[in-house]
T-cell receptor, first 114, second 115 residues
Framework: GAGVSQSPSNKVTEKGKDVELRCDPI?????LYWYRQSLGQGLEFLIY????????KSGLPSDRFSAERTGGSVSTLTIQRTQQEDSAVYLC????????????FGPGTRLTVL | AQSVTQLGSHVSVSEGALVLLRCNYS??????LFWYVQYPNQGLQLLLK??????LVKGINGFEAEFKKSETSFHLTKPSAHMSDAAEYFC?????????????FGKGTMLLVSP
């Protein structure tokens, strides 16, 4: 498969628990993006990676959110002490270099915080 | 700062009718503009993009959009709607202010197509 993959596809957790969401970008894509999609808020940018570094973290909503990327490939988005307002679909995308290049999106992880 | 406004959260058309989805942007510098489509329970797929070449951009599935700087608009059109076009459509902008590093999306327009 040549597309962006995300796991898990669905995650149900209890308030206060930590969760990790994984993104496997298209091989060779140096840019990786995380977005959050929720009712009423639309698509919100969270963080952007170029290689392993994150030059733009401006969209992370709080310090409970963090992300890392290793080996210029797989990325993990971690949400600590989850809250009900964190419930959303988390989308990952990758592109060859920058957002001017086409961003290819994964199917998303639907997070439900009870 | 870049921003996008999509007029109409829902647009309904009959099969065979013209599709027009509106997008207006705000950007302090020449932007790059995109339209993405999202089918139910799927990720987003690029329909077309404007990157300062021809102002009329043709995309997949018969869609096209025209960049109008004077109107700060990038409306999406299709001459004849198909049932398979029913989906949510997102307009997005990226500009030099962000280093062309990120996309700012509109809130989306759900296209409903009736037989």
């Amino acid at each position: 498969g040549a597309g962006v993959s995300q796991s898990p596809s669905n995650k149900v957790t209890e308030k206060g628990k930590d969760v990790e969401l994984r993104c496997d970008p298209i091989s060779g894509h140096t840019a990786l993006y995380w977005y959050r999609q929720s009712l009423g808020q639309g698509l919100e940018f969270l963080i952007y990676f170029q290689g392993n570094s994150a030059p733009d973290k401006s969209g992370l909503p709080s310090d409970r959110f963090s992300a890392e990327r290793t080996g210029g490939s797989v990325s993990t988005l971690t949400i600590q002490r989850t809250q009900q307002e964190d419930s959303a679909v988390y989308l990952c995308a990758s592109s060859e270099r920058t957002s001017v290049d086409t961003q290819y999106f994964g199917p998303g992880t639907r997070l439900t915080v009870l | 700062a870049q921003s996008v406004t999509q007029l109409g959260s829902h647009v309904s058309v009959s099969e065979g009718a013209l599709v027009l989805l509106r997008c207006n942007y705000s950007s302090s510098v020449p932007p790059y503009l995109f339209w993405y489509v999202q089918y139910p329970n799927q990720g987003l797929q690029l329909l077309l993009k404007y990157t300062s070449a021809a102002t009329l951009v043709k995309g997949i599935n018969g869609f096209e959009a025209e960049f109008k700087k004077s109107e700060t608009s990038f409306h999406l059109t299709k001459p004849s709607a198909h049932m398979s076009d029913a989906a949510e459509y997102f307009c997005a902008v990226s500009d030099r202010g962000s280093g062309y590093s990120t996309l700012t999306f509109g809130k989306g327009t759900m296209l409903l197509v009736s037989p």
